[in-house]
């Protein structure tokens, strides 16, 4: 399986040239249950470190503008990406991460929609609610805190999975929004002590 030896390339990679440091369980992933992996998003290798930390393989989320170079659209395709357009309200690529959740699959997605070089609980999107509520996913909340410099510390938080199920009811975009930034909320207070 290819997800398998691109991931095992990397864990090479990152265990020569980092110091990577858990801290925290990573999640154990329950079968036939879908599972949300929800990080702050600050270096390219963020969805690479997480998937390291955890055996099954995680389908991520990538802006939709890494698929237009075709040799990385054919590894990105092949290790199970979904391709999001993200100026356009994307409903078709959450449609098929919804799908994959509600078959047990574990998918990752950044609150914050892009790499940002600060917390700010602001930038939370209103999908990563959407998906969370819709697919009935348990969310897994994970902070990375690094300089990412060659041979420094890259410090992996992991906090308590939960779900979202004692939300019910019709729920307004304000609603989606709040709890978006619940959990970024989640998220940001993990590790602060090593931000960078």
């Known amino acids: 399986?290819?997800?398998?030896?691109?991931?095992?390339?990397?864990?090479?990679?990152?265990?020569?040239f980092y110091n990577i440091q858990?801290?925290?369980?990573?999640?154990?992933?329950?079968?036939?249950r879908g599972h949300l992996i929800c990080c702050n998003h600050r270096h390219w290798s963020d969805p690479i470190i997480l998937s390291i930390c955890i055996k099954e393989p995680i389908h991520w989320l990538a802006k939709i503008e890494l698929f237009k170079n075709s040799i990385l659209?054919?590894?990105?395709?092949?290790?199970?990406?979904?391709?999001v357009d993200r100026h356009?309200?994307?409903?078709?690529?959450?449609?098929?991460?919804?799908?994959?959740?509600?078959?047990?699959?574990?998918?990752?997605?950044f609150p914050e929609g892009t790499r940002l070089k600060r917390d700010d609980i602001n930038a939370a999107k209103p999908g990563i609610a959407l998906l969370a509520m819709k697919s009935n996913a348990i969310i897994c909340p994970a902070a990375i805190r690094s300089s990412f410099k060659l041979f420094s510390t890259i410090n992996v938080y992991w906090g308590?999975?939960?779900?979202?199920?004692?939300?019910?009811?019709?729920?307004?975009?304000?609603?989606?929004?709040?709890?978006?930034?619940?959990?970024?909320?989640?998220?940001?207070?993990?590790?602060?002590?090593?931000?960078?």
């Open 1 to 16: 399986m290819l997800y398998n030896a691109v991931k095992f390339i990397f864990k090479i990679y990152f265990s020569i």
């Open 22 to 32: 858990i801290h925290g369980i990573p999640p154990e992933i329950i079968q036939n």
């Open 160 to 196: 308590e999975p939960y779900s979202l199920e004692d939300r019910n009811g019709r729920l307004s975009s304000e609603d989606y929004e709040k709890i978006a930034k619940e959990i970024l909320n989640k998220i940001y207070t993990m590790g602060c002590e090593d931000s960078i």
């Open 73 to 83: 659209k054919r590894l990105l395709t092949s290790v199970h990406a979904i391709a």
């Open 88 to 109: 356009a309200g994307d409903m078709k690529s959450l449609r098929i991460a919804i799908k994959e959740l509600k078959d047990g699959t574990t998918v990752g997605i």
